[in-house]
């Protein structure tokens, strides 16, 4: 059996289910209204003709601020997805005992941004062939996934990541380690992540793109 204090030393591997911390029921509490759009609740309702869609590309902070400034984007918020810890706290996910990834679930009409260009952001703001890291930020919480909400976002997430592939093995870069999956139980990070970067704006972003354009089902590299 593999010791949690082993874990702590390789923050490049999974836990278990069985070796994740055992977390709490109470869900973070968060602000009414979304920071950046003063007059938009954070989590609804929404006016507009809205879907949601879940992508981790490491650091959250740099990535939720990327998509706030996508137009046709309502709302962002950021938490923590894909591992086994409810309603993890931000040093918990950290220890790379919980299994989760930080993530952005973005909020956007559907009228103004399609999921297939929300991807296409994605895919060109990091370097999804990195496993458990992105750049110099190392672990399990910094892996590349996008976590689908319907059939229809499952497929375009598939195709477009296959695409993508082709224009980065044509460029030099190994294969991708993006992990898509259907939507698993979003926990809220703490209060002070979400929106961070407005509300320090010398703060840390980590994101760092390979300079390969994402042509969704192409495959072209531009």
Sequence with gaps: MVL?????????????????????????????????????????????????????????????????????????????????????????????????????????????????????MFWELHNPTQGMRQGNDIGTQYRSAIYTTTPAQRAAAEASRQGYEAALRAKGYPVITTEIKDAPEFYFAEDYHQQYLAKNPGGYCGLGGTGVSCQIGTGVAA
């Design 4 to 120: 949690r204090s082993e874990i702590l030393v390789n923050k490049n591997v999974l836990p278990t289910k069985e070796q994740a911390l055992p977390g709490r029921e109470t869900a973070m509490t968060l602000p009414e209204k979304h920071f950046v759009f003063k007059d938009t609740p954070l989590l609804g309702p929404f006016f507009e003709d809205v879907d949601f869609a879940i992508f981790g590309l490491g650091c959250f902070w740099g990535a939720e601020r990327r998509f706030w400034q996508r137009e046709g984007v309502v709302s962002t918020v950021v938490g923590y997805a894909g591992g086994f810890t409810p309603n993890p706290t931000y040093e918990e996910v950290c220890s790379g005992l919980t299994g989760h990834a930080e993530v952005v679930l973005v909020v956007y009409d559907k009228a103004k941004v399609s999921y297939e260009g929300l991807l296409a």
